[in-house]
């Protein structure tokens, strides 16, 4: 742990094992046992169901989510985002950093995962820093139509992936990424995309931080709008960071199918 970092402490599952200021591979050790191919989601929360502060995920986060934060993208092959949250968060050349890429080479894993945007209309700049200071080339997954009309555009900045017919086919996402080596998916939001990803059960596991922060507004929650929909996920892991809880969720299908979990 970094001298500059929060130390987290795992209150859940409680054994011996559970100790104060995990190091990196402690922490990544709390979110092992996933499947071969695997979506995983990662949000952060108020207390009182915000999922952003002055309009921004990130005025929720603190040093212990920014830790989780991390360490996430060191187990996966692919980071998933919805390209509204690409322009309100501020995206730019997605990259870990030396240490995390010297981690993930140890672990058989690319040095870097890549980044997979998921847009509906290509309505993104190509020019954008998303693209410009990408250290490995992005992925657009989009439709055959927005591929068809507008993807030659994006040509000399990202590979598209195409997945659905006149506009994204949310469930066939992770398979389409799998079948170009890319099984295990991180997904980093924003709530639109994951509301979609829960209406076709294609959500294996949520990752949420619960900030200590009150927000008030009207404000979106994880699932902006979502349609009605009930998805029962299992708390496999609780990390504590000061005040912030750091909360392991499992999709009941899909620690069912996988044999994920440490208590399943």
Known sequence: MKSDEVGLRRLLPADDRATADLDDDALAACYENAGASWLRVNFVSSLDGGATRDGRSGGLSDAADRRVFDVLRRLCDVVLVGAGTIRAEGYAGMSVDAVSAQWRTAHGL???????????????????????DAVTRPLLITSRKAAADDGVRFARVADIVECGAESVDTGAIAGALAAIGLPRVHCEGGPTLFAALAAVDAVDELCLTLSPLLVG????????????????????????????????????????RDGAGRNG
Not at 110 to 132: E, M, W
Not at 228 to 235: A, E, G, N, S, W
Not at 248 to 256: C, F, S, T, V
């Open 110 to 132: 690319a040095a870097q995962p890549r980044l997979a945007i998921v847009s509906n209309r290509l309505a993104l700049d190509a020019d954008d820093a998303v693209f410009a």
């Open 217 to 256: 507004g009207h404000g979106p929650r994880i699932t902006g709008g979502a349609a009605d929909l009930t998805t029962r996920m299992r708390l496999d892991t609780v990390l504590s960071g000061e005040d912030t809880l750091l909360l392991r969720y499992l999709a009941e299908r899909g620690a069912d």
